[in-house]
């Protein structure tokens, strides 16, 4: 007898495996800023979870719901606003959702006693909670991602309101104790309306704690925040130090679980991430590193952590015993003008390059003006060149691929077929497209540095090369990247 279960799931696998070889062999690109709305059932590892949102400047949060579970929606608001004005971040919209019948966890009064901050005095929005979020989708320019911490009751009900919304939602996060079987408090609250989400066909990314030893909001972190001033500290200390809640934290009695939501979303690289054969829109991780977010959340109480995404580096380095002596000189000034992103395209496009030329600096600083335009992160970018194949204007290419992500071996980057080269490169993001070229007065002035080199020494001399390298060092501190290019829309048609 034939199994066409078992068949399915092999068909399934094949196809994955088919599509992922004849697509593309490369990692998809990170994003560097994420928009989110946070639905929450007020729990106090909700507010951990929150928390460790509201800190982080790449994170841009445009509502936060109220669904019954731990706390009433009602009740839930007044500690999301009490939050909110410790984070100074009032502005937020807070709306709540509705009752659940039967919904009366034993935890309820624990939380209903903690203080998540000076009360506020602010109501919850008058619209209810599927209304803020019908509201939010239907005004973004931008896909959002719902970073669920409660049952999915709010979700649900927006799909059966507006389920051409659903176009808008980039991914659900949600934290439950279990995929297969579904089991957890925040689904057993809604069983319903949690697989009328799972059937919708929008991707979901279904976290859970996975029951790990060590998993832990312990003294060891409540520690670093009496250690630390960032307000991310300030808040969780307040909150942890309150005789009730201590008490249970000397108990270890606070495991890490809606907070890990949190730090999935900043950290995906610590998660070990499977799909789901029979629902290919669910992802649910089956490990991840406790020593890793445990740093991770350390780090954001500290302060220290940074949000950039490197591929080995945590932070580009700017130590300067690390770097040349003639490049010491210039690492405050470039970074404190021009920031740390282009800071980086530069160091590394000059290593790249192999060694410090006027064009490939340009084409690091048009790259990273480019992403400023478009307003994405590396690898996002197609990129034509009209620089041509021989130096100088072609050293222009690897400060280009360097910067943006673009590269030859990601085929993103392609050259114009040109009889006039020039610093000139076009940059399409989806379907808008933007040329962007070094002004006439840089290029003169490149042209004569060029020149005089060339008189003065001789292209094989090494005083040409030192004196290529000066002009670099000069032109890296002095040009400003939004003063140097002529920026041009380019039309549809």
């Known amino acids: 007898m034939i199994n066409y279960t078992a068949m399915r799931k092999i068909f399934i696998l094949t196809s994955i495996l088919l599509f992922s070889r004849s697509i593309s062999a490369q990692p998809l690109p990170v994003k560097l800023k994420h928009t989110i709305i946070i639905d929450t059932d007020c729990a106090i590892d909700d507010m951990r979870a929150i928390s460790l949102l509201l800190s982080r400047p790449e994170i841009t949060i445009k509502a936060i719901l109220l669904s019954d579970g ?35 966890p034993p935890w309820r009064e624990f939380n209903r006693q903690i203080k998540w901050g000076v009360e506020s005095g602010k109501l919850a929005a008058a619209i209810n ?35 051409a919304l659903s176009t808008k939602i980039e991914r659900i996060i949600w934290y439950n104790d279990s995929l297969d079987p579904l089991k957890g408090f925040n689904y057993e609250c809604d069983k319903g309306n949690a697989g009328l989400v799972f059937k919708s066909g929008i991707r979901i990314d279904l976290i859970s704690n996975l029951d790990k030893e060590n998993i832990l909001f312990d003294s060891t972190l409540l520690a670093a925040c009496s250690e630390s001033t960032t307000l991310l500290a300030t808040v969780l200390r307040n909150v942890f130090i309150q005789p009730l809640v201590l008490e249970k934290l000397q108990q270890n009695h606070f495991r890490l679980c809606d907070d890990i939501v949190s730090l999935y979303l900043t950290n995906p690289e610590l998660f070990d991430i499977n799909i789901k054969t029979d629902e290919l829109n669910v992802r649910y991780n089956k490990d991840y590193n406790v020593a890793g977010l445990r740093q991770a959340m350390t780090d954001m109480i500290k302060g220290s952590y940074f949000s950039e995404k490197n591929i080995v580096f945590n932070r580009f380095p700017v130590n300067p015993e690390l770097f040349n002596y003639d490049i010491r000189p210039i690492i405050d000034s470039a970074i404190s003008r021009y920031g740390y992103e282009e800071w980086k395209a530069n160091v590394m496009t000059d290593e790249f390059h192999r060694h410090l030329g ?93 020149k005089e080199g060339i008189i003065k020494f001789g292209l094989m001399d090494d005083g040409y090369w030192k004196l290529i390298r000066h002009n670099a060092l000069k032109y890296w501190v002095e040009w400003d990247r939004n003063k140097i290019f002529d920026v041009e829309e380019i039309s549809k048609n």
Request: charge should be neutral; charged fraction near 20%.
């Open 70 to 104: 731990s706390l009433p929606p009602a009740e839930g608001a007044g500690k999301v606003n009490s939050l909110l004005k410790e984070f100074n971040a009032d502005k937020i919209p807070v709306a709540c959702g509705d009752h659940l019948k039967g919904v009366n």
């Open 129 to 163: 909670a599927v209304d803020c979020l019908t509201e939010n989708l239907t005004n973004s320019n931008e896909k959002v991602i719902l970073v669920c911490l409660g049952p999915l009751t709010n979700i649900a009900q927006l799909l059966n309101k507006a389920p």
């Open 358 to 450: 006027v064009f490939s600096i340009v084409g690091a600083k048009m790259g990273i003006k480019a992403r400023e335009l478009f307003g994405v992160g590396a690898d996002l970018l197609e990129v034509t060149t009209y620089t041509g194949t021989t130096p100088p204007y072609s050293c222009l290419n690897d400060g280009l691929q360097v910067s943006t992500g673009a590269t030859l071996g990601m085929g993103t980057i392609h050259l114009a077929d040109t009889k006039k080269p020039r610093p000139m490169a076009v940059f399409t993001y989806k379907d808008r497209s933007v040329r962007i070229s070094l002004k006439k007065e840089y290029l003169e002035q490149v042209d004569a540095d060029i």
